[in-house]
């Protein structure tokens, strides 16, 4: 069995900073992907940032140059160091990771964080 648990979330003021982790706990052979995804009041889940086993990186433009995603394989651990934050980030933010071996992986998600930026 596999868990994800988030931590690091909190309120702050507008252009302050933040620092989300995500450990991965349990039967694990080999991750794949990780990310971190947000969800706002009334809108759809979106990806804020990702990253592969070979340390590629993906983010959208609307946190590019602000967020930066990172991971520590050694610990199963995925990091989201957030800076200059703004009203609109916030939203409660999921882990994700893909875990399994071979051609077998499977998608799990934390419980979620939540994010809250004043203005």
């Known amino acids: 069995q596999v868990q994800l648990v988030e931590s690091g979330g909190g309120l702050v003021q507008a252009g302050g900073s933040l620092r989300l982790s995500c450990a991965a706990s349990?039967?694990?052979?080999?991750?794949?992907?990780m990310g971190w995804y947000r969800q706002a009041p009334g809108k759809q889940r979106e990806l804020v940032a990702a990253?592969?086993?070979?340390?590629?990186?993906n983010l959208p433009d609307s946190v590019k140059g602000r967020f930066t995603i990172s991971r520590d394989n050694a610990k199963n651990t995925v990091y989201l160091q957030m800076n200059s934050l703004k009203p609109e980030d916030t939203a409660v933010y999921y882990c994700?990771?893909?875990?399994?071996?071979?051609?077998?992986?499977?998608?799990?998600w934390g419980q979620g964080t939540q994010v809250t930026v004043s203005s």
């Open positions: 994700n990771a893909k875990i399994g071996g071979g051609s077998n992986y499977l998608s799990y």
């Open positions: 990253i592969t086993s070979g340390i590629s990186t």
């Open positions: 349990g039967t694990i052979l080999r991750i794949a992907t």
